[in-house]
């Protein structure tokens, strides 16, 4: 079973940077794209940034310029920096894997992220 878990979140003022950590263990990257959504306090959860399967890297549009997503095979670890964070960032933000062949979606326990002053 795959297991995925969230770090880094906190609070931060609008401007602000974050990096957030997602441990991932039990799982073989190849097989699996890994991602990252969040989810505000009465919202569906969305998209923030996922790998695709070419290679590349797929951000929401509300982000794009200021997040990145990143990985570390040698510590089996997805990153989100997010910098220029805004008050509308605020979300637990969750590490998500999805199975390439099954479809099947894993998660985290998600980290907090809030952007106030």
């Known amino acids: 079973q795959v297991q995925l878990v969230e770090s880094g979140g906190g609070l931060v003022q609008p401007g602000g940077s974050l990096r957030l950590s997602c441990a991932a263990s039990?799982?073989?990257?190849?097989?699996?794209?890994m991602g990252w959504y969040r989810q505000a306090l009465g919202k569906q959860r969305e998209l923030v940034a996922t790998?695709?399967?070419?290679?590349?890297?797929n951000y929401a549009d509300s982000v794009e310029g200021r997040f990145t997503i990143s990985i570390d095979t040698t510590k089996n670890t997805i990153l989100l920096q997010m910098n220029s964070l805004k008050p509308e960032d605020t979300a637990v933000y969750y590490c998500?894997?999805?199975?390439?062949?099954?479809?099947?979606?894993?998660w985290g326990q998600g980290t907090q992220v809030t952007v106030s002053s």
């Open positions: 790998f695709t399967s070419g290679g590349g890297t």
């Open positions: 998500n894997a999805r199975s390439k062949i099954s479809k099947t979606d894993y």
């Open positions: 039990r799982i073989i990257f190849s097989l699996y794209t």
